[in-house]
């Protein structure tokens, strides 16, 4: 990526794509990262690239771990989000065509 983006990619849960503010922010460790795996039957990927979402919000982070110690049964998506690397901030990257947040 060439540019700065609107908002910080560091800000979106990998899981669910949501903006995520810091006291909501968890990392992607490895329970996380395996109960991801197991439920959606993939990787969480592009963690060595500076574009990619590198927290998951508390709450994915909550049910993902729920639902490996087999508390919940399912989650709200069935389908995860493909993380792509943007070509260009005016119409494909998701961080910058994502309406700036902010905690006010």
């Known amino acids: 990526m060439l ?9 979106f849960c990998y899981v669910c794509g949501e903006t995520t503010f810091v006291a909501q922010k968890r990392t992607n460790n490895l329970v996380v990262r395996t109960a991801y795996f197991l439920y959606l ?11 990619a979402s590198h927290a998951c919000c508390n709450f994915y982070s909550v049910r993902l771990r729920e639902w490996l110690d087999g ?12 993380w792509r690397e943007p070509t ?3 119409n494909n990257c998701y961080f910058c065509m994502t309406p700036p947040q902010n905690m006010g």
């Open 3 to 11: 540019w700065n983006c609107v908002n910080n990619p560091g800000n």
């Open 41 to 51: 039957e993939g990787n969480v990927g592009e963690q060595d690239k500076t574009w």
């Open 71 to 82: 508390k919940k049964c399912s989650m709200q998506f069935a389908v995860p989000i493909v």
């Open 88 to 90: 260009n901030p005016v």
